[in-house]
């Protein structure tokens, strides 16, 4: 997970050593995780997520940014979700990928030990208990991060064009684009009614065990193209 002050910290040291450094990484919520489906449980008192506002994009352009690590999108306030104990305002969203091209993994999630192409993170922050992502950051259930599995399928997603078609804007560490604003619900997955639901942590460090993780079920598809966009 991106959108964390000490980012660049981490690519200068192993993962392994990550707990040296940050405390929390060697915790036990640590995410990703490998979602191992017969070891889940049907829970009754999960509901269906909300999302609220995801398709009222407005005229202002989003930022795009490049964070040395990730492409990030920056999320009006205005966005958000229902289905847990508080309100979650959207922060912002950003995509993880492999370099091994379609079939090669790239996704941080793992379902019974097998890896998506890649994955997007939609991150909100508990604006009822916080006041902003900062505060919220370092908290017991602070955070609440969409993980959407994304695999190679046959047909282009315009949906994802949106952010693929700009990223050679971003191409190097601390470069910002503004680019148009577009629909972000067309992004996710149509059944937002079966998830696996976690408690766990930021994917990097300071690895803060604040995030309650949605990882839906449903994968999106974007084409062969379209992969090879993300990867170049
Ligand atoms: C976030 O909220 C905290 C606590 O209310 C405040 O001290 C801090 O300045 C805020 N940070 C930002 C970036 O707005
Ligand atoms: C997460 O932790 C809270 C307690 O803080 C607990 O009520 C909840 O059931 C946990 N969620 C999952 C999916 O384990």
Redesign the pocket.
């Known amino acids: 997970l991106a959108h964390v002050p000490t980012v660049y910290l981490f690519r200068l040291i192993g993962q392994s050593e990550w707990s040296e450094h940050f405390p929390d990484c060697g915790g036990t919520s640590q995410s990703p995780v490998d979602v191992i489906t017969t070891q889940t449980k049907y829970e009754p008192s999960l509901i269906p997520v909300t999302p609220l506002g995801y398709s009222q994009h407005g005229n202002q352009p989003f930022t795009l940014s490049n964070n040395g690590h990730t492409v990030i999108v920056e999320l009006p306030e205005w966005m958000g979700f229902r289905g847990l104990p508080w309100f979650f305002t959207a922060a912002q969203l950003h995509l993880h990928w492999g370099n091994g091209g379609p079939g090669n993994g790239g996704s941080e999630h793992t379902i019974n030990g097998r890896s998506a192409d890649a994955e997007l993170h939609v991150v909100h922050y508990n604006s009822e208990l916080y006041t902003n992502m900062s505060a919220a950051m370092t908290q017991?259930d602070g955070l609440a991060v969409f993980g959407i599995l994304i695999e190679t399928g046959d047909e282009t997603n315009p949906a994802f064009n949106n952010i693929l078609n700009h990223m050679s804007r971003v191409r190097y560490a601390d470069q910002k684009a503004f680019i148009p604003a577009f629909d972000v619900q067309s992004l996710f997955p149509e059944d937002l009614g079966r998830y696996y639901?976690?408690?766990g942590s930021l994917t990097t460090p300071p690895c803060y065990q604040s995030v309650i993780w949605t990882v839906f079920h449903e994968r999106v598809q974007i084409s062969k193209a379209q992969v090879s966009q993300l990867m170049s």
Do not use: G, H, L
């Open positions: 017991k639901r976690y408690n």
